[in-house]
C-alpha cells in the first residue's frame, strides 16, 4: 500500500449526490457543498479516517468523522506534500433501509501550478497529479463479502490484502481527468457497510517538478434503487469498446500458417485513450510477424499498446504464425513441506494433486503431461516423482505413487526446492510450466531469485510459451512478494506478474492467493487443465483504457483452432511373431524372421516365403481398426523383395468387411526391391471412417516367381483434429 499513492495538494474534494432529473426511481443524491436531498426512501451515509505520513511513516494529518450526510466534509485535505509522502482514507458507505445500485466518479478536477519559487518545467502546468501513484479497493478483509469487522477484522483495515479487488491502480491524474468515468453499479445491500480503501504516494524520486502544484476534485457519490431496476447503468454516458478476434483456418495441420485478426473498437460516446489489449500467443503456434493499424505491439508480453479511440473509431492487429505439434508439456511442481503446513493440510493437498491428476477432465492420459515433483523441508529438497509421461497406463500407479509421499517437515528452505527442480531431469517437451506451492516465506529472497533464474536457463524457458507460476496459501505466503519478483515471465514497468484467478491472456506468470490447503485441493483441477489443455487457446482482452471501459462482457474474445496431429492409431514390428495378436494370414508362406532386411527399426520382421508354391492372393492383414472420425491417414512402412523371375504383383490393400479388398499400393517387381520405406495417403474413398477397416499386405500370382518379401515397422497414421 506504501507504494501506491494518491495524494490531494489544496484539496478541495466535494461529495455529491446529485438528483437524477426526472427519474421514474427513488433516487437520493448527496453534495458536499450544497447537501442537497431529494425526496426518496434511500438515504446514503459515509465516514472516513484518512492520515497522511512521511517517508518514516510519521503521521503529518488525518481526517476522521462518523457516518453521516456530507456536507463540507473531505477525505483529503492536505497542503505540504512533498517527496516520499504518502497516506490512505478508508471510505464507509451506508445506505439506509433499502437495497440500492451505487456509482461514483470524479468530477470538477482542477491543478495548477502555485508559485514557483524553485526551477520547474517551463511552462508550469501543475504537474503534481501526473506524478502521484493511486490505488483505490474494495476493502473487504481476508474473507470475501461482507461479514462484518466482528467477524472479519480485516474489513475496512485501510490494508490492501492480495484477494481484495482493485478498482483502480496507476497515476492519479489519469483516475481523476475525465467526468464521465463512473465506478459501477454496485449493489449494495441495505443496513451493510461497505468499506473502500484508497491510498495514495508520491514518489521519493521526484523533484523540483510538482514544487507548489495543487489539484482540486470532488467525488461523487449516487444511489437508485435496487428492486425493479435490473438494467441500471452508471452515468449518462460511458465507456463501452469491445473486442473481437477471429482465425483464419480453425483446423490447421502442423506447418501450416494462421492469420489472427484482432479488432478493439469505441462505439459509444466518449473518446478513449491509453487503450491495452492483451494477446499472447498460444504456446502451440509460433510468432511469424504482425502488423497493427495503430499503437505497437509485443509479441513476447503479448500486449497490445492500442493509444487513442474517437467515438466510433476501431484499430486492428493482424498476427501470423506457425502451427506448431501438440507436444507434451513439462508440468513440475515444488510443494512446501516445512513444519509450517500442518499434517492434515499436507495431506489435504498430496490427495487433491492426486485426484486432479487421475481425474482426465483435469489433466490428460494421453503422454501429452510429463510430471515432476519435487518437495522441500528439513532445510533442504528431495525429488518425489521423476519425470514422467502421465498415460492411461501408469495413471493408476502415478496416483498412488503422489498419495504415498510423506511429509518432511523441518524448516523451509524455497532455495533448496527450486534447485532441486532446476537439477532433476526432464524429458525435455516442448513447453515447461512449473508451479511453486508454498505456505512459507524466505529468510534468503535474493537466492532464492538467482536459483529461479538458473532454472529458466537450465532448461531453456522462453516467456512466449514458458511459465513459472506460484501459488500462496495462508498468512505466511509472501503473495506479494512472490508476484513481483518469483513468478515468471513479468511485465510492465517496474516489471511484475499477476494475481490469478483471472488468468492471464498475456504472457505473464501469476500468483494465486489461497486461503488454506483445502482452497489448493479444491482449485487443482482448473490450473492443471489452464496449464496442460489450453496449448490453441488464444484470447484477446482489453487490459486497461482511461477513461475505464464499463461493460466487461465484450472485453474479451477467444478462438481455440483444433490443433489437428498425427496420431498413431496402428504400430506393428512384429517382435510377438506373425501373424501378431488379431491379424489374419490365409496362408503359413507368412511367417516370423528373425532379421533386419526390410530397414526397419531392429529385427525381428515379417515374411513371404515362395515355398511351397502357391498361385493365388496370399494376404497378411490387420484385425478389424476403428477409424471413425478420420478422414485423412498415412500408412508407413518398410519392405524389401528378394526377387527371382516375372510375373507376380505385391499390393497393399484396404476393406471394411474383410471380405472384399481394394488396392491401394501396387508394384510388379522385375529385381530386387529396397530396403526402402513406404507412404501411402488414404482417404474415406479407401475406407477411412469405418469403425471395421482392414489393411492387408498381399502377394498376387505364383508364389514360385519370388524368393522372400519382407515387412516391418507397419504404422498407421491418421490426422486427429479433435
Given at each position: 500500500m506504501?507504494k501506491?499513492?494518491?495524494?490531494?495538494?489544496?484539496i478541495g474534494?466535494?461529495?455529491?449526490?446529485?438528483?437524477?432529473?426526472?427519474?421514474?426511481?427513488?433516487?437520493?443524491?448527496?453534495?458536499?457543498r450544497?447537501?442537497?436531498f431529494?425526496a426518496?426512501?434511500?438515504d446514503l451515509?459515509?465516514?472516513?479516517?484518512?492520515y497522511?505520513y512521511d517517508?518514516?511513516?510519521t503521521?503529518l494529518?488525518?481526517i476522521?468523522?462518523p457516518?453521516t450526510?456530507l456536507?463540507?466534509q473531505?477525505?483529503?485535505?492536505?497542503?505540504d506534500?512533498?517527496?516520499g509522502?504518502?497516506g490512505e482514507a478508508?471510505?464507509?458507505?451506508h445506505?439506509?433501509d433499502n437495497?440500492?445500485?451505487l456509482?461514483?466518479?470524479?468530477?470538477?478536477?482542477t491543478r495548477?501550478?502555485?508559485?514557483?519559487?524553485g526551477?520547474e518545467?517551463?511552462?508550469d502546468n501543475?504537474e503534481l497529479a501526473q506524478?502521484?501513484?493511486t490505488k483505490?479497493w474494495?476493502?473487504?478483509?481476508?474473507?470475501?463479502?461482507w461479514?462484518?469487522?466482528?467477524?472479519?477484522?480485516g474489513e475496512?483495515?485501510?490494508?490492501?490484502?492480495?484477494n481484495?479487488?482493485?478498482?483502480?491502480?496507476?497515476?492519479?491524474?489519469?483516475?481523476?481527468n475525465?467526468?464521465?468515468n463512473w465506478?459501477?453499479?454496485?449493489?449494495?445491500?441495505?443496513?451493510e457497510t461497505y468499506y473502500i480503501?484508497?491510498?495514495?504516494?508520491?514518489p521519493?524520486t521526484v523533484g523540483?517538478?510538482?514544487?507548489?502544484?495543487?489539484?482540486n476534485?470532488?467525488v461523487?457519490?449516487?444511489?437508485?434503487?435496487?428492486?425493479n431496476?435490473p438494467d441500471?447503468i452508471?452515468?449518462?454516458?460511458?465507456?463501452?469498446l469491445?473486442?473481437n478476434k477471429?482465425?483464419?483456418?480453425?483446423d490447421p495441420l502442423?506447418g501450416?500458417?494462421?492469420k489472427?485478426?484482432?479488432?478493439v473498437c469505441?462505439?459509444?460516446c466518449?473518446s478513449v485513450?491509453?487503450?491495452i489489449v492483451?494477446d499472447?500467443?498460444?504456446?502451440?503456434?509460433n510468432?511469424?510477424?504482425h502488423s497493427?493499424?495503430?499503437?505497437t505491439?509485443?509479441y513476447?508480453s503479448g500486449l497490445w499498446n492500442v493509444g487513442?479511440?474517437d467515438?466510433g473509431?476501431?484499430?486492428?492487429l493482424?498476427?501470423n504464425a506457425?502451427v506448431?505439434d501438440r507436444d507434451?508439456?513439462?508440468?513440475?511442481?515444488?510443494?512446501d513441506g516445512s513444519?509450517?503446513?500442518s499434517?492434515?493440510d499436507f495431506d489435504?493437498m498430496?490427495?487433491?494433486?492426486a485426484?486432479?491428476?487421475?481425474?482426465?477432465?483435469?489433466c490428460p492420459?494421453?503422454?501429452?503431461?510429463?510430471?515432476i515433483?519435487?518437495?522441500?523441508?528439513?532445510?533442504?529438497?528431495?525429488t518425489?516423482?521423476?519425470a514422467t509421461?502421465?498415460?492411461s497406463a501408469?495413471?493408476?500407479?502415478l496416483?498412488?505413487k503422489i498419495?504415498?509421499?510423506?511429509?518432511?517437515?523441518g524448516q523451509p528452505?524455497?532455495?533448496e526446492?527450486?534447485?532441486?527442480a532446476?537439477?532433476?531431469?526432464w524429458l525435455?517437451c516442448?513447453?515447461?510450466?512449473v508451479?511453486?506451492v508454498t505456505?512459507s516465506?524466505?529468510?534468503?529472497?535474493?537466492?532464492?531469485?538467482?536459483?529461479?533464474?538458473?532454472?529458466?536457463?537450465?532448461?531453456?524457458m522462453?516467456?512466449?510459451?514458458?511459465?513459472?507460476?506460484?501459488?500462496a496459501?495462508?498468512p505466511?505466503a509472501?503473495?506479494a512478494w512472490?508476484k513481483d519478483?518469483?513468478v515468471?515471465p513479468?511485465?510492465?514497468?517496474?516489471?511484475?506478474?499477476v494475481?490469478a484467478?483471472?488468468f492471464?491472456t498475456?504472457n505473464?506468470?501469476?500468483v494465486?492467493?489461497?486461503?488454506?490447503?483445502?482452497?489448493f485441493?479444491d482449485?487443482?483441477?482448473?490450473?492443471i487443465y489452464?496449464?496442460?489443455q489450453?496449448c490453441?487457446?488464444?484470447?484477446a482482452?482489453l487490459?486497461s483504457s482511461?477513461?475505464h471501459d464499463?461493460n466487461?462482457?465484450n472485453?474479451k474474445s477467444?478462438?481455440?483452432?483444433?490443433?489437428?496431429?498425427?496420431s498413431p492409431?496402428l504400430?506393428?514390428n512384429f517382435?510377438g511373431g506373425?501373424p501378431?495378436?488379431?491379424w489374419t494370414i490365409?496362408?503359413?508362406?507368412?511367417?516370423?524372421?528373425?532379421t533386419n532386411?526390410?530397414g526397419?527399426?531392429?529385427?525381428?520382421?515379417?515374411?513371404?516365403?515362395?515355398?511351397p508354391s502357391?498361385t493365388?492372393?496370399l494376404?497378411?492383414?490387420?484385425f478389424?481398426?476403428?477409424t471413425t472420425?478420420f478422414d485423412?491417414?498415412?500408412?508407413?512402412?518398410?519392405?524389401?523383395?528378394?526377387?527371382y523371375?516375372?510375373?507376380y504383383?505385391?499390393?497393399v490393400e484396404?476393406?471394411?468387411?474383410?471380405?472384399?479388398w481394394s488396392?491401394?499400393w501396387?508394384?510388379?517387381?522385375?529385381s530386387?526391391?529396397g530396403?526402402?520405406?513406404?507412404?501411402?495417403?488414404?482417404?474415406t474413398?479407401?475406407?477411412?471412417g469405418?469403425s471395421?477397416?482392414?489393411i492387408?499386405?498381399t502377394f498376387?500370382?505364383?508364389?514360385?516367381n519370388?524368393?522372400y518379401w519382407y515387412i516391418?515397422d507397419?504404422?498407421?497414421?491418421c490426422?486427429?483434429?479433435t
Amino acid at each position: 500500500m506504501k507504494k501506491i499513492l494518491m495524494s490531494i495538494l489544496v484539496i478541495g474534494l466535494v461529495l455529491m449526490l446529485l438528483g437524477a432529473g426526472t427519474f421514474t426511481y427513488f433516487t437520493d443524491i448527496e453534495i458536499s457543498r450544497d447537501n442537497f436531498f431529494q425526496a426518496g426512501s434511500l438515504d446514503l451515509k459515509i465516514d472516513c479516517e484518512s492520515y497522511w505520513y512521511d517517508a518514516n511513516g510519521t503521521i503529518l494529518g488525518s481526517i476522521v468523522f462518523p457516518e453521516t450526510d456530507l456536507t463540507i466534509q473531505k477525505f483529503f485535505n492536505w497542503s505540504d506534500i512533498k517527496p516520499g509522502d504518502h497516506g490512505e482514507a478508508t471510505i464507509s458507505l451506508h445506505v439506509i433501509d433499502n437495497d440500492a445500485w451505487l456509482c461514483w466518479h470524479i468530477k470538477n478536477y482542477t491543478r495548477g501550478p502555485g508559485i514557483t519559487t524553485g526551477p520547474e518545467p517551463t511552462p508550469d502546468n501543475g504537474e503534481l497529479a501526473q506524478n502521484m501513484n493511486t490505488k483505490i479497493w474494495v476493502d473487504e478483509g481476508t474473507t470475501p463479502g461482507w461479514q462484518g469487522k466482528g467477524v472479519d477484522p480485516g474489513e475496512g483495515d485501510n490494508i490492501w490484502q492480495p484477494n481484495e479487488d482493485i478498482i483502480y491502480e496507476g497515476i492519479m491524474h489519469d483516475f481523476i481527468n475525465n467526468s464521465n468515468n463512473w465506478l459501477g453499479p454496485t449493489h449494495l445491500i441495505g443496513c451493510e457497510t461497505y468499506y473502500i480503501g484508497w491510498a495514495w504516494e508520491v514518489p521519493a524520486t521526484v523533484g523540483n517538478i510538482i514544487q507548489d502544484d495543487w489539484i482540486n476534485f470532488d467525488v461523487e457519490f449516487y444511489v437508485e434503487q435496487y428492486r425493479n431496476n435490473p438494467d441500471f447503468i452508471c452515468g449518462s454516458c460511458r465507456v463501452d469498446l469491445e473486442i473481437n478476434k477471429t482465425v483464419n483456418i480453425l483446423d490447421p495441420l502442423p506447418g501450416d500458417i494462421v492469420k489472427y485478426t484482432i479488432s478493439v473498437c469505441n462505439g459509444d460516446c466518449n473518446s478513449v485513450e491509453d487503450i491495452i489489449v492483451a494477446d499472447g500467443l498460444p504456446a502451440c503456434v509460433n510468432y511469424i510477424n504482425h502488423s497493427a493499424s495503430q499503437g505497437t505491439y509485443n509479441y513476447i508480453s503479448g500486449l497490445w499498446n492500442v493509444g487513442f479511440l474517437d467515438v466510433g473509431e476501431c484499430a486492428t492487429l493482424t498476427i501470423n504464425a506457425t502451427v506448431l505439434d501438440r507436444d507434451c508439456v513439462d508440468l513440475v511442481f515444488i510443494i512446501d513441506g516445512s513444519d509450517n503446513v500442518s499434517s492434515t493440510d499436507f495431506d489435504i493437498m498430496i490427495n487433491g494433486l492426486a485426484d486432479a491428476i487421475n481425474d482426465s477432465s483435469c489433466c490428460p492420459h494421453d503422454g501429452s503431461v510429463e510430471l515432476i515433483i519435487v518437495q522441500y523441508g528439513l532445510a533442504t529438497a528431495r525429488t518425489e516423482l521423476y519425470a514422467t509421461k502421465i498415460n492411461s497406463a501408469n495413471k493408476n500407479l502415478l496416483v498412488n505413487k503422489i498419495k504415498a509421499i510423506t511429509q518432511m517437515g523441518g524448516q523451509p528452505n524455497m532455495y533448496e526446492g527450486i534447485k532441486m527442480a532446476a537439477f532433476t531431469p526432464w524429458l525435455n517437451c516442448s513447453r515447461k510450466a512449473v508451479n511453486l506451492v508454498t505456505a512459507s516465506h524466505t529468510d534468503f529472497p535474493d537466492s532464492v531469485i538467482a536459483m529461479r533464474d538458473i532454472l529458466i536457463t537450465a532448461y531453456g524457458m522462453i516467456p512466449q510459451k514458458d511459465e513459472f507460476d506460484a501459488e500462496a496459501i495462508g498468512p505466511n505466503a509472501n503473495a506479494a512478494w512472490l508476484k513481483d519478483n518469483i513468478v515468471w515471465p513479468q511485465v510492465g514497468t517496474p516489471p511484475t506478474g499477476v494475481y490469478a484467478p483471472p488468468f492471464p491472456t498475456h504472457n505473464v506468470g501469476w500468483v494465486r492467493p489461497l486461503i488454506n490447503h483445502q482452497e489448493f485441493a479444491d482449485t487443482i483441477c482448473e490450473k492443471i487443465y489452464e496449464l496442460t489443455q489450453t496449448c490453441y487457446r488464444n484470447c484477446a482482452e482489453l487490459i486497461s483504457s482511461n477513461p475505464h471501459d464499463t461493460n466487461p462482457t465484450n472485453d474479451k474474445s477467444c478462438v481455440t483452432i483444433q490443433g489437428c496431429i498425427w496420431s498413431p492409431i496402428l504400430s506393428e514390428n512384429f517382435s510377438g511373431g506373425v501373424p501378431p495378436s488379431g491379424w489374419t494370414i490365409n496362408d503359413i508362406k507368412w511367417g516370423f524372421s528373425n532379421t533386419n532386411y526390410a530397414g526397419g527399426a531392429s529385427a525381428p520382421e515379417a515374411r513371404f516365403s515362395w515355398t511351397p508354391s502357391t498361385t493365388g492372393n496370399l494376404r497378411l492383414y490387420t484385425f478389424p481398426i476403428d477409424t471413425t472420425g478420420f478422414d485423412e491417414c498415412n500408412l508407413t512402412f518398410n519392405h524389401f523383395v528378394n526377387h527371382y523371375t516375372q510375373p507376380y504383383t505385391l499390393m497393399v490393400e484396404t476393406s471394411t468387411d474383410g471380405l472384399s479388398w481394394s488396392p491401394v499400393w501396387s508394384i510388379n517387381p522385375t529385381s530386387n526391391v529396397g530396403p526402402q520405406p513406404v507412404t501411402i495417403p488414404l482417404s474415406t474413398a479407401d475406407g477411412l471412417g469405418s469403425s471395421t477397416f482392414y489393411i492387408s499386405f498381399t502377394f498376387s500370382g505364383n508364389s514360385f516367381n519370388i524368393n522372400y518379401w519382407y515387412i516391418d515397422d507397419v504404422i498407421l497414421h491418421c490426422l486427429d483434429c479433435t
